[in-house]
């Protein structure tokens, strides 16, 4: 035969075939990862309570006179008892994670209550830390 001659085999298909099943088989099953997700979410969420910051970091707004003049913790913003930070969880639901506190007033805290003059001081959400660290726990499950 004159002239050129290119062949191409291609080897390997199961184990990219494999591969792609245990994908799939990982992420039908993530109510590990959510339970991950969520214990993070719990320490994560708690130490914005510490650090008295949103989720992006800009600090909350602080306390007014009158309000440290009847409050007991005068140095801590959000915590009188420590119940809001205590109340924190999550549920798992099929392939869904719920995560945040059933107190009442948490969604006043959350987002303000602008007839009775209390400032949005946000506590739920993800930081751009909480976000990559829970690509990470998705990842870690994806490829175990």
Known sequence: ????NYSIQISGQEQVIDAFNHLIK???????????????????TQQRFVDEETPD????????????????RKDKILTESGS????????L???????????????????GRENA??????????SNDDEKEILGLISDHLLK
């Open 26 to 44: 990982r992420a039908n099953d993530l109510e590990p990862v959510f339970s991950d997700i969520g214990e993070y979410l719990i320490e994560s």
């Open 84 to 91: 809001l930070a205590d109340t924190l969880n999550y549920q």
């Open 57 to 72: 970091g800009e600090p909350w707004t602080p306390l007014k006179e009158k309000t440290i003049k009847y409050k007991a």
């Open 93 to 111: 639901n099929g392939n869904e994670l719920l995560f945040g506190s059933n107190l009442e007033y948490a969604a006043t805290h959350q987002f």
């Open 117 to 126: 003059n209390i400032p949005a001081r946000e506590f739920l959400g993800l």
């Open 1 to 4: 035969m004159a002239g050129v």
